[in-house]
């Protein structure tokens, strides 16, 4: 079983739709999370992290972590073609060495 | 905005040649990473280093080997390509924030094609 799961998608939407993104995750020692967005030939780009558990918000994105579920989100509002892109979810902690655990990435389309 | 940087970006070559991925950051990061990253798969951790003089091999079994001899230069070599090296390559590197803030920042990739 891996240890990050994120449904590869692809995912495609409206413009102006609201998107869910999804992870699940099977080691609870995992406790800082993160979101990276990936266009098409670039690498990742940092989006949002978050803390243990809770919601943070950016402008239109907000990301939500619920640890007694081993799950975390991301959420975009009013979504637009230029979030077009996949997106990775990725988690650290102390698991004996800290080291990142990233998901496969979910590829997102928003329709013009 | 990260500062790092990743020569070439596409390079297509024969099987058995000797190649060198370049990796540079302007950041003064301590650590750096390599990932190969296939279509549709995680990212997989081939390489990393914590400093000048250290490297480590990652999870992912690769015949590539890298170098710390600068903080800011992280090269990857591969001594024999072969096309199952066919892969995007993806340098990261990452500060000192406390190791559960240690947030990695991504190069653009190299997109590697051994024909």
């Known amino acids: 079983q891996k240890e990050v799961e994120q449904d590869p998608g692809p995912l495609s939407v409206p413009e102006g739709a609201i998107v869910s993104l999804n992870c699940t995750y099977s080691?609870?020692?995992?406790?800082?999370f993160m979101w990276y967005r990936q266009y098409s030939r670039k690498g990742p780009e940092l989006l949002m992290y978050t803390y243990s558990s809770g919601n943070k918000e950016d402008g239109r994105f907000t990301a939500q972590v619920d640890k007694s579920s081993k799950y975390i989100s991301l959420f975009i509002r009013d979504s637009q073609p230029s979030d077009s892109a996949t997106y990775l979810c990725a988690m650290t902690g102390n698991t004996g060495g800290f080291k990142t655990i990233f998901g496969a990435g979910t590829r997102l389309f928003v329709k013009a | 905005e990260a500062d790092i940087y990743q020569t070439p970006r596409y390079l297509v070559i024969g099987t058995g040649k000797k190649i060198t991925l370049e990796c540079s950051q302007t950041?003064?990061?301590?650590?750096m990473y390599w990932y190969q990253q296939d279509p549709g798969m995680e990212l997989h951790l081939i390489h990393y280093?914590?400093?000048?003089?250290?490297?480590e091999k990652g999870d992912l079994s690769s015949e590539s080997t890298v170098s710390r001899i600068r903080t800011e230069h992280f090269p990857l070599t591969l001594e024999s390509a072969r096309p199952s090296h066919t892969s995007q390559y993806l340098c990261?590197?990452?500060?000192?924030?406390?190791?559960?803030?240690?947030?990695?920042?991504f190069g653009p990739g190299t997109r590697l094609t051994v024909l």
């Open positions: 280093s914590y400093g000048v003089n250290s490297t």
């Open positions: 990261a590197s990452s500060g000192s924030g406390g190791v559960l803030t240690d947030t990695q920042y």
């Open positions: 080691n609870s020692a995992f406790q800082y």
């Open positions: 950041m003064g990061h301590d650590k």
